[in-house]
């Protein structure tokens, strides 16, 4: 299958499983209830009756607090200087034994069970999902990235509509894949308009984002998905990125999220949720997403500058590494030339030019976009 096809269909189907709806399926008899800054509420929840061990896949698993091994990041300490400083996340602090989950999203959340993402890609789909993307494909049990955090305007256009930067794993033939991302959203998903850390995965036309439904198993008492990231960048002002790793436990085979430059275990997606992807991921991208209803404006990608406009203007994906096995071990390498870019409306977004100095590193986006 050639790489544009496969991008196509691959992030319709995440586009489309963001604004799905649902319906609430679990009471979770909180220890406590805290509210962060930002006025998100979150219920701490015992960790073995978290929802995610709903799963069919899971009615006898056993969480793992930690990995048996992690692979070192690779980051060379003579670029450490010229790094920007990362993003902070509005985390909540948990009892010792119960994980913080997310209930205060937007209007366009009503659900915690799993949704058939196929349904809606029916003629009766009226909205647009936009990529600006790189990526490569082959054997992979992970990645690492930084990614910009910019806060971009959705604008008033019809909901819902976002605009987001991810990192994005994915093995099979559309559509029937297995994949998972992680990267930072900014949706009327959450009924506000700050960037936000966001996690997905799909298998076979189903899938669930965050903790809204059984999957992804979180163990940290401090941060989870959905929370608010802050600070963000600014225009031609201080730059703040986020760092993101996804590796697999070769002994587990599960697929663990690591936050931040001290790499905080966030939770991990075990390998029996996937049909596609037990083993090793096929295809690895990062870059920038974004949906409009179709005949309106869509949002700005990234900072909503495009990609010429260089640092401290456009959004940039850095350090972009893939994890590979090399002899009895895995470790984190930089993506070769075969790197192939994709954007699905080039007149709108656009991704480039590439730089190998630790890792794959580019410039994505562009401003809201009138092409109906």
Same mark, same amino acid.
């Given at each position: 299958?050639?790489?544009?096809?496969?991008?196509?269909?691959?992030?319709?189907?995440? !586009?489309?499983?963001?604004?799905?709806?649902?319906?609430?399926?679990?009471?979770?008899?909180?220890?406590? @209830?805290?509210?962060?800054?930002?006025?998100?509420?979150?219920?701490?929840?015992?960790?073995?009756?978290?929802?995610?061990?709903?799963?069919?896949?899971?009615?006898?698993?056993?969480?793992?607090?930690?990995?048996?091994? @992690?692979?070192?990041?690779?980051?060379?300490?003579?670029?450490?200087?010229? =790094?920007?400083? #990362?993003?902070?996340?509005?985390?909540?602090?948990?009892?010792?034994?119960?994980?913080?989950?997310?209930?205060?999203?937007?209007?366009?959340?009503?659900?915690?069970?799993?949704?058939?993402?196929?349904?809606?890609?029916?003629?009766?789909?009226?909205?647009?999902?936009?990529?600006?993307?790189?990526?490569?494909?082959?054997?992979?049990?992970?990645?690492?990235?930084?990614?910009?955090?910019?806060?971009?305007?959705?604008?008033?256009?019809?909901?819902?509509?976002?605009?987001?930067?991810?990192?994005?794993?994915?093995?099979?033939?559309?559509?029937?894949?297995?994949?998972?991302?992680?990267?930072? @959203? #900014?949706?009327?998903?959450?009924?506000?308009?700050?960037?936000?850390?966001?996690?997905?995965?799909?298998?076979?036309?189903?899938?669930?984002?965050?903790?809204?439904?059984?999957?992804?198993?979180?163990?940290?008492?401090?941060?989870?998905?959905?929370?608010?990231?802050?600070?963000?960048?600014?225009?031609?002002?201080?730059?703040?990125?986020?760092?993101?790793? !996804?590796?697999?436990?070769?002994?587990?085979?599960?697929?663990?999220?690591?936050?931040?430059?001290?790499?905080?275990?966030?939770?991990?997606?075990?390998?029996?949720?996937?049909?596609?992807?037990?083993?090793?991921?096929?295809?690895?991208?990062?870059?920038?997403?974004?949906?409009?209803?179709?005949?309106?404006?869509?949002?700005?990608?990234?900072?909503?500058?495009?990609?010429?406009?260089?640092? =401290?203007?456009?959004?940039?994906?850095?350090?972009?590494?893939?994890?590979?096995?090399?002899?009895?071990?895995?470790?984190?390498?930089?993506?070769?030339?075969?790197?192939?870019?994709?954007?699905?409306?080039?007149?709108?977004?656009? @991704?480039?030019?590439?730089?190998?100095?630790?890792?794959?590193?580019?410039?994505?986006?562009?401003?809201?976009?009138?092409?109906?």
């Amino acid at each position: 299958m050639k790489f544009d096809k496969l991008i196509t269909v691959s992030f319709l189907l995440i !586009v489309l499983s963001i604004c799905s709806g649902m319906s609430f399926s679990q009471e979770f008899h909180p220890k406590s @209830v805290v509210k962060n800054a930002y006025g998100q509420t979150f219920v701490c929840v015992d960790i073995n009756l978290q929802q995610s061990l709903e799963h069919p896949s899971l009615h006898n698993h056993t969480i793992q607090m930690k990995p048996t091994s @992690v692979p070192p990041p690779g980051i060379s300490a003579d670029l450490e200087s010229v =790094r920007h400083p #990362d993003t902070r996340i509005s985390s909540v602090t948990c009892p010792y034994g119960t994980i913080p989950v997310l209930r205060s999203y937007g209007k366009y959340q009503s659900a915690q069970s799993p949704w058939k993402i196929e349904e809606n890609m029916s003629g009766g789909n009226h909205f647009r999902p936009h990529t600006a993307m790189a990526g490569i494909a082959g054997t992979y049990y992970g990645y690492n990235a930084r990614i910009s955090v910019y806060q971009p305007q959705v604008g008033s256009g019809s909901e819902p509509r976002f605009s987001g930067a991810i990192a994005y794993l994915q093995s099979g033939d559309p559509p029937n894949t297995s994949s998972l991302y992680a990267g930072c @959203v #900014d949706p009327h998903f959450y009924g506000d308009s700050h960037a936000h850390l966001q996690i997905h995965w799909n298998d076979n036309g189903r899938g669930c984002t965050n903790l809204l439904c059984p999957g992804f198993v979180q163990v940290s008492n401090k941060i989870t998905p959905g929370a608010v990231i802050e600070p963000v960048s600014v225009v031609n002002g201080t730059q703040y990125a986020v760092t993101l790793q !996804v590796y697999q436990d070769s002994r587990t085979r599960l697929w663990w999220l690591a936050y931040g430059e001290d790499g905080h275990q966030v939770g991990y997606w075990p390998g029996t949720i996937f049909s596609h992807m037990t083993d090793a991921a096929r295809l690895a991208s990062w870059g920038g997403v974004v949906q409009g209803k179709r005949g309106k404006p869509l949002p700005p990608m990234g900072s909503g500058e495009l990609p010429e406009k260089g640092p =401290r203007r456009a959004a940039y994906i850095k350090d972009a590494r893939i994890l590979v096995n090399r002899g009895n071990k895995r470790v984190f390498l930089a993506p070769g030339v075969d790197l192939f870019r994709y954007v699905s409306d080039p007149s709108c977004y656009k @991704v480039g030019p590439f730089g190998y100095a630790n890792g794959v590193e580019f410039f994505f986006g562009g401003p809201e976009c009138h092409d109906y």
